[in-house]
């Protein structure tokens, strides 16, 4: 039973370009959080998706950030024109259902964007 | 606004001490309260949580403990390992049904040989 995968693993980007980051759930999976670890900080919650919905995007920038999960495929972090700002881990987290609690929320090793 | 803070930034146990981590919060709709650990390169991995209920946790060498008129919850680890060495994250949500998370900045444990 394989775990999140995210992909890519590193993306390298110059300012002003468009990144995709990729998250898989865990199989059974239907929920997607997305969260942001910039250098020496703690995890930051940017957004809460189910299969076609958004739940919760109170943590994502105004601008420039949006995430999918198409009913079929990968759940989906874009960011347009991006700036060195936007160096980051992001994880990608998945659970069964909502309120499945934080004990079946796992977490996928992570893709570093890095913008030069 | 900062809703965990947790310290120290990094700790350095010799082997076989006992690692201390500390973790305050401040929204008081917060009934769960996890820790995480993390290794180089990977994600974060959930280690042990406690509710509110209960004011201390054990599960192996790890053991939280929850203090919740100071709104404050520590990481102890006993007999600490090489192994151990890791960043760890306190963390803390409110289970209205949602699993979103606010983390503490993390805590940099190396345990030397």
């Known amino acids: 039973n394989a775990g999140v995968m995210q992909n890519p693993r590193h993306l390298v980007r110059r300012r002003g370009q468009e990144a995709r980051l990729r998250c898989s759930p865990m199989k059974g999976h239907s929920h997607v959080y997305w969260y942001r670890q910039l250098p020496e900080e703690g995890l930051k919650f940017m957004v809460y998706l189910q299969k076609e919905n958004i739940i919760d995007e109170s943590g994502m920038p105004k601008e420039r950030f949006s995430a999918e999960f198409p009913k079929e495929g990968p759940s989906i972090l874009r960011i347009q024109q991006v700036v060195r700002g936007d160096s980051a881990a992001y994880f990608c987290?998945?659970?069964?259902?909502?309120?499945?609690?934080?004990?079946?929320?796992?977490f996928g090793s992570g893709t570093q964007l890095s913008v030069l | 606004q900062q809703q965990v803070k947790q310290s120290p930034q990094s700790l350095i146990v010799q082997k076989g001490g006992i690692s201390i981590i500390n973790c305050a919060y401040e929204?008081?709709?917060?009934?769960?309260f996890p820790w995480y650990q993390q290794f180089p390169g990977k994600g974060p991995a959930l280690l042990i949580a406690?509710?509110?209920?209960?004011s201390e946790k054990k599960e192996g060498r790890f053991t939280i403990s929850f203090n919740k008129s100071a709104k404050q919850f520590s990481l102890h680890i006993m007999d600490s390992q090489p192994g151990d060495s890791a960043t760890y994250f306190c963390?803390?949500?409110?289970?209205?049904?949602?699993?979103?998370?606010?983390f503490g900045k993390g805590t940099k444990l190396t345990v030397n040989p």
């Open positions: 987290a998945s659970s069964p259902r909502r309120g499945a609690g934080n004990e079946k929320l796992f």
């Open positions: 963390a803390a949500s409110s289970q209205g049904g949602s699993e979103k998370l606010v």
């Open positions: 929204n008081t709709a917060f009934d769960y």
């Open positions: 406690i509710r509110p209920d209960v």
